[in-house]
């Protein structure tokens, strides 16, 4: 992203938290999960798939109804934090390094901190999982990741063992953490922590899961070992 384009990206951030007193502005809460189609919530008229705590938020919050997606989550995740084609931030994929987002690339989050904000990443990333492309390179001041597409996946540490539940996560430091609990209960506490933290200051947290495709693993081993 060029100079020009940096300058107006902050300059529409900061026109946007000028409206209103510092103590006023709005925080901004970010979820997203993977491969999730406009037609798998309650909200948007499915009668099989029951989303009632989406649903509830859908009520109380602005609709991006214009808002095209990519084919894969990589690309989609780009233009969500750059506002631009994904194919400018040089992500156009999920693999063979197709999913490293160029490190020049103005993002929300460095907007929004530029502004005050304290922001916070919690869950997937996969635009890059090293220096200078992660998540706290890239305007994230507090992170709990996992690395690449998803657990039980390459990218992960061999001692996590392809496993969702306990999953060793990384945090702003690059540093492994061994959790306790479903991923996504942990990063979703996480979030929860940093938003709960009442400093002065709005916050911005992004909480990404991509287990309602592939958590039902996790599932059947629990039940399993309990009926055993």
């Not at 020009?4 to 951030?13: E, P, T, Y």
């Not at 925080?27 to 919530?41: E, H, K, S």
């Not at 502004?115 to 220096?131: M, N, S, V």
């Not at 990741?145 to 496993?163: D, I, K, T, V, W």
């Amino acid at each position: 992203m060029d100079g020009m384009q940096r300058l107006v990206m902050l300059v529409s951030i900061l026109a946007f938290t000028s409206l209103a007193i510092a103590n006023d502005r709005p925080n901004v809460i970010l979820m997203m999960t993977d491969d999730q189609g406009i037609g798998d919530f309650g909200v948007n008229g499915n009668t099989l798939i029951e989303t009632p705590n989406i649903d509830a938020i859908a009520a109380k919050s602005g609709s991006l109804t214009t808002f095209y997606v990519s084919p894969v989550c990589s690309p989609t995740r780009a233009s969500l934090m750059t506002g631009r084609y994904n194919q400018r931030t040089r992500c156009i994929d999920t693999w063979l390094g197709c999913s490293m987002m160029e490190p020049d690339e103005f993002t929300l989050a460095e907007a929004l901190k530029a502004a005050g904000y304290r922001t916070g990443l919690f869950g997937k990333w996969h635009l890059g999982d090293c220096y200078p492309m992660r998540p706290q390179d890239q305007g994230f001041e507090e992170v709990l990741m996992h690395r690449g597409g998803g657990l039980a996946q390459p990218s992960e540490p061999l001692e996590n063992e392809r496993r969702y539940t306990d999953p060793i996560l990384f945090d702003g430091t690059g540093a492994a953490v061994k959790t306790k609990g479903f991923c996504t209960d942990v990063c979703t506490d996480a979030a929860l922590e940093f938003i709960g933290e009442g400093t002065e200051k709005p916050f911005s947290s992004s909480t990404c899961r991509p287990t309602h495709r592939t958590g039902l693993t996790t599932t059947c081993q629990r039940n399993s070992a309990s009926t055993t």
